[in-house]
């Protein structure tokens, strides 16, 4: 029953921003953690970070410095704000939540496609 629905992807031209956002019910008011996860063409999936309940935040390394993620507990969204953006940052990018009193259950979104490219 968790539904979360992505949006802020497009293209950008490398050094670009973007701004994703994340919304679900209880989304952010969550014990559990929320995740950003991007998959590029004929790749594994990565996790790019992560933002805990008590607001502590981790990244990846490929991102660190370039990416910020951030929440609005008030309109139950989880953002991550992308600058100095690179070709190789093309990647279909989704939010994950998990739930449960062990947050032993995964939910993920649909995805939004950035696309870094002249």
């Known amino acids: 029953q968790v539904e979360l629905v992505e949006s802020g992807g497009g293209l950008v031209q490398p050094g670009g921003s973007l701004r994703l956002s994340c919304t679900a019910p209880?989304?952010?008011?969550?014990?559990?953690?929320q995740d950003w996860y991007r998959q590029a063409a004929g790749k594994q999936r990565e996790w790019v970070s992560r933002i805990l309940s008590d607001g502590t935040t981790s990244y990846a390394d490929s991102v660190k410095g370039r990416f910020t993620i951030s929440r609005d507990k008030a309109k139950d969204t989880v953002y991550l704000q992308m600058n100095s953006l690179k070709p190789e940052d093309t990647a279909m990018y989704s939010c994950?939540?998990?739930?449960?009193?062990?947050?032993?259950?995964?939910?993920w979104g649909q995805g939004t496609q950035v696309t870094v490219s002249s």
């Open positions: 994950k939540v998990a739930r449960g009193s062990w947050c032993e259950y995964m939910y």
């Open positions: 209880g989304f952010t008011s969550n014990k559990c953690g």
